[in-house]
């Protein structure tokens, strides 16, 4: 049980270094289908990934349509906090960014500020404040129901489901043209990770930097034997902090992460074998990562015009 739960951290860390994020486990499926690289061309120039910042820029617009698609059926809305720049490094498998470290530990910060929105955010106030069937139909009218569903098979094994309508729906569906195939393009690009990341764990390359890594740190006084195991022991070396003091101390020992990160060049080999391995999974993949990117491409142009 011990080795299957730190199988699925590492699967979950390094999931967030190039991909999105996912603990889906299972199959590759979809074997035969054309190459990546021939789809594209057939398109065109290369496509390529989006900029954190470039996300930061749909996401915005996408809250904007929300706002407006609200008030077309009759509701407040106030657009939710969109990660900003600097909370989408949190996750990565190991921290090497010595300011950011230094700035805000493992992420403290931003979850703070997350559980603070989730509680005291207008949206709520507002909606708990509506009679219950307003409520309800506030629900229906951001997030839909399962009435009319879209359903996606993801590639390590059974299938995700959304609403079809609701202004979160609409939103993208302005933003990305097809919803539809937008989510099942995202669902299956984003769920690849654990067809890969076990064979990330076993190369060679990595393991002989983790234990380079694990040598750095032990000779600055935080024997470590792994960025995994500072994950798993995160809460225990916090117990008993204030807020302050957890910060403080998470920022201490991730900015000694990220020094001996840079020293060994883990971050740079992890996401460099991250990206090695994604792409040869992307191979049986090619259209859904075609249509992936051609349409974020779309609605980054379409939140700009906005």
């Known amino acids: 049980m011990r080795r299957k739960k730190k199988m699925l951290l590492s699967v979950a860390l390094l999931s967030c270094l190039t991909a999105g994020c996912s603990t889906d486990t299972g199959s590759p499926a ?134 079809r309508d609701g202004c979160y729906a609409q939103a993208r569906e302005e933003l990305y043209g097809d919803y539809p195939t937008w989510f099942r393009a995202k669902k299956t690009v984003t769920s690849l990770t654990p067809l890969y990341v076990p064979r990330i764990l076993r190369d060679k390359r990595l393991t002989s930097t983790v234990a380079a890594w694990s040598r750095c740190m032990k000779a600055a006084g935080r024997p470590f034997q792994s960025p995994d195991a500072i994950r798993r022991e995160r809460g225990n070396l916090i117990r008993g902090m204030s807020e302050s003091q957890a910060l403080r101390s998470e920022s201490a020992l991730a900015v000694t992460e990220a020094k001996c990160a840079q020293r060994t060049s883990l971050g740079k080999t992890a996401r460099a074998l991250e990206m090695e391995y994604r792409n040869k999974t992307a191979r049986d993949y090619a259209a859904e990562f075609t249509a992936y990117r051609q349409m974020r491409m779309s609605a980054l142009a379409r939140a700009r015009s906005l």
Request: proline residues 6%; contains cysteine; charged residues 25%.
């Open 30 to 163: 979809g074997a035969g289908r054309p190459h990546q690289k021939d789809a594209a061309s057939a398109r065109g120039a290369p496509l390529r990934e989006l900029t954190s910042a470039e996300e930061v820029e749909i996401d915005r617009a996408e809250q904007d349509l929300v706002l407006q698609c609200m008030q077309r059926q009759g509701f407040r809305y106030w657009p939710v906090p969109v990660a900003s720049v600097a909370e989408r490094k949190v996750g990565a498998y190991v921290v090497d960014d010595i300011g950011w470290a230094r700035q805000y530990g493992y992420g403290r910060p931003f979850d703070t500020a997350a559980m603070k929105s989730h509680r005291d955010h207008p949206n709520i106030t507002y909606r708990n404040a509506l009679a219950k069937k307003e409520r309800v139909r506030y629900s229906r009218a951001l997030d839909g129901n399962f009435t009319g569903t879209i359903t996606a098979e993801v590639p390590s094994g059974g299938s995700v489901r959304t609403p």
